[in-house]
């Protein structure tokens, strides 16, 4: 049995789960309190992160290298285009979201109001938190520009680009910190993502002591 140690609030997580639900196999998911730093979770990744991923008789951390793994060894179906440009073009998006998009939005709202209290770090930071407010609109409108031009973000196919971005707003859907009606582009590419047989898990997470938002689950926003 594949074993993936997550944390269901985080977007690295989940899109992991996503391209493994989408390649359809089959995993046990571990609970994981990273934070608490135990000496079991070091072992598997001295980094002390999860993503962490039992596969092969291999245990692979970091959600780049674990989904670069996977799209090597079930390439069906791919979630990486044929043209190089094209693949580049799909791995300067998941960056984006995975660097660029975390730091300005995910790390401000996402883990100010809900990691915090959950690994008893302190209160949220205020300027932090109006700061992410902020950053999502520019990158709701940059997503939306994407789209006029592609059918998904990085092109013609679904690929990495739409479950990393995915991810990240799903986690932020989660506290309804994302405006829905700022982008209609972005938001119908949202419903059909979340449609998918992969995001039926994701959809179903519930955080003790933080309830989703009332339209998380709901297909139709």
Known sequence: MIQ?????????????RLVLAEKKLEVELVDERYWEQGSEFLRRN????????????????????ICEYLEETRPEPTLMPEGAAERA???????WFDDKFH???????????????????GYPDGANVKQGVRAIKFHLDYMGWLLDRNRWLAGSSLSMADFAAA??????????????NR???VSTWYAKIKSRPAFRSILADVV?????????ADLDF
Do not use: M
């Not at 001295?46 to 290298?65: M, N, Y």
């Open 208 to 216: 003790p002591g933080f309830r989703p938002a009332k339209h998380y």
């Open 103 to 121: 730091q300005e939005v995910t790390s401000k709202l996402v883990y100010e109001r809900i990691h915090k209290k959950l690994t008893r770090a």
């Open 89 to 95: 073009e799909v791995r300067r998006l998941v960056a």
């Open 167 to 180: 991810a990240h707003l799903s986690c932020l859907d989660y506290s309804s910190d994302v405006d829905w």
């Open 183 to 185: 982008n209609e582009a």
């Open 4 to 16: 993936l140690y997550h944390f269901a609030l985080s977007p690295f997580c989940r899109k992991v």
């Open 46 to 65: 001295p980094a002390g992160k999860v993503p962490v991923l039992r596969i092969d008789g291999l245990t692979l951390a970091e959600s780049g290298a």
